[in-house]
């Protein structure tokens, strides 16, 4: 199997994934003409936006489930439907009253004052707005019991947020959101970037949501690509890295492609910038001579260091397995120059398809760093999922949920322990009570579903900082979910990551779930209450 076919394979069955600006050295490739048409079956190469966006303006492209949806709702963007339509506070954490998708979230509070939540997601409301702006934020000044004020990110330089979002604050209650910026009409042929966005709480609560510049009034392109490069999967992180004082740190994939769409490589890179996004440094290259690599994920420990990890993807020849090997890089306090590469676990069994949903899966490593009560030593937890067997080296039977941990700065790790009980596990999100001395981490499961491994709960189990040690998995919903009830997506995309926030012995947990019946498009279409998908946060105790 060629490099090509071999990482086309890799997008596949990855979640929003593809393209950006590189730094491996290889052969200068032809851009891909403006407007060009993708053949329909590598589509599904690209990040589900950039997918969506393509298949919106080309409906006839369209997997057969979207096709007719999409064509829709492109009409009613084009005679001017709502972008937002209504807002209303509901059960879940937005204010939808259009019944559209909410996925892929992320969550963060403040150290300063934990009745601030900042929540974002994919929202799909955007797919009517005329710009296409699709990176949903939604905020509450109750601990997350309410939702105060929403709305999707603005444009930067005229590119639309785009999906894949962040959000993180620093310990004075800044807040920031991550995106992706694409050009939704031609999302390979014109320039794209890596946004990086900050506001405070109460510019946020007062602003008028929607898409206003005002809500958002400082944003930055911290990266950006050509059209033979693309950039994918950001994640950020803000915190004090030594004499470098609270600086926000991104990381992202640069995949290269030629003029064909086809994949020719892709590194991790990485960006620090001033906490008031003012200057930012060139990107730096993480990935060193791994060739295809993707998932990257950055954390500003406690120490002021910064720790990067991502996966290398390996083999895929025929009669060779594929594999993902972990990787950690570490930047002490106030540098901007990463250590030696640190091999944290090579998976033999990185998730394919999984064996009872239809949705795209893919093993995502996500890392944190909290300090030991003896010397206060940095303890590295990388955590991520794996099949138990994989029929056809596709196919995704039994995925667990492992963790290792590292005291040595990644020269040494823990035997990868397995701390999910059963059942299908996948999407683990990781965070740390550093007051509390506790490592938290969540994920979906269908092990109350025995039968047919189909439905999702979301599980939750803490760990000793100390000791490393798990206690039992606690199942957080009370009602398991249906992930294919969605009337716009079905069970073909639920996101790529679920997030959970942990401090003061208090964790959120951010997630989506079918529960919420709703006329879709009340109002502009025709249609009766059905469940469908939404963002939710469940605050608990641990």
């Not at 309410?146 to 962040?166: A, F, H, K, M, Q």
């Not at 004090?240 to 994949?263: E, H, M, P, Q």
């Not at 944290?344 to 069994?349: D, G, I, P, R």
């Amino acid at each position: 199997m060629s490099p090509h076919a071999r990482t086309r394979t890799l997008l596949r069955w990855s979640a929003l994934a593809l393209v950006a600006a590189g730094a491996l050295a290889v052969p200068a490739q032809a851009a891909p003409g403006p407007g060009g048409t993708v053949p329909p079956g590598d589509v599904a190469r690209f990040s589900q936006t950039v997918a969506v966006q393509y298949w919106l303006g080309r409906p006839d492209q369209a997997p057969a489930r979207l096709a007719k949806t999409l064509s829709g709702l492109r009409k009613l963007r084009s005679a001017g439907a709502a972008a937002t339509g209504p807002r209303q506070p509901t059960s879940a954490f937005n204010m939808d009253a259009l019944g559209l998708p909410q996925n892929e979230e992320s969550v963060t509070s403040c150290a300063a004052n934990s009745s601030v939540v900042l929540g974002s997601t994919n929202d799909f409301r955007g797919l009517l707005d005329p710009a296409m702006n699709l990176t949903g934020w939604h905020l509450s000044l109750d601990g997350g019991a309410t939702v105060t004020n929403e709305g999707r990110l603005p444009p930067i330089n005229g590119i639309p947020s785009s999906g894949d979002p962040v959000s993180t604050a620093d310990g004075e209650c800044t807040l920031y959101s991550g995106t992706l910026n694409i050009h939704p009409d031609d999302p390979l042929g014109k320039p794209d970037g890596v946004g990086i966005y900050r506001s405070t709480p109460a510019t946020l609560a007062a602003c008028p949501g929607g898409t206003s510049a005002g809500c958002w009034p400082t944003r930055r392109l911290v990266a950006t690509a050509g059209p033979s490069h693309f950039l994918d999967k950001e994640w950020i992180h803000v915190g004090r890295s030594g004499a470098a004082g609270t600086v926000v740190w991104a990381v992202y994939t640069d995949f290269v492609i030629d003029r064909n769409y086809n994949i020719v490589s892709s590194s991790l890179q990485a960006v620090r910038c001033a906490a008031d996004l003012t200057s930012c440094t060139n990107p730096i290259l993480v990935s060193g001579a791994d060739r295809f690599v993707q998932f990257g994920d950055v954390t500003v420990g406690p120490d002021g260091r910064v720790y990067v990890t991502w996966s290398e993807i390996r083999g895929g020849r025929p009669g060779e397995p594929q594999t993902s090997a972990h990787k950690l890089r570490i930047a002490p306090a106030g540098t901007t120059q990463f250590g030696p590469t640190r091999l944290v676990a090579t998976e033999a069994n990185p998730l394919g398809i999984l064996h009872a949903n239809d949705f795209r899966v893919a093993t995502y490593p996500k890392n944190e760093v909290a300090l030991t009560s003896a010397g206060r030593s940095p303890r590295i937890f990388v955590t991520w999922d794996a099949c138990t067997v994989r029929p056809l080296d596709v196919i995704c039977e039994e995925p667990v949920i492992k963790l290792s941990y590292s005291d040595t700065d990644g020269a040494t790790w823990s035997s990868p322990a397995v701390v999910s009980a059963g059942g299908d596990n996948y999407f683990p999100t990781i965070t740390a009570d550093h007051a509390a001395g506790k490592i938290v981490l969540a994920w979906y499961t269908n092990r109350f579903d025995p039968t047919f491994h189909h439905r999702q709960d979301v599980d939750l189990v803490t760990l000793d900082v100390n000791t490393g040690t798990a206690g039992n998995p606690r199942r957080l919903t009370t009602v398991s979910n249906e992930p294919g009830a969605d009337p716009v997506l079905g069970g073909t995309f639920i996101g790529d990551y679920i997030e959970a926030f942990a401090q003061d012995h208090h964790v959120l947990v951010h997630f989506n779930a079918n529960y919420r019946p709703v006329k879709l498009l009340d109002g502009l279409s025709a249609g009766l209450p059905v469940p469908q998908q939404d963002n939710f946060l469940i605050r608990t105790t641990y």
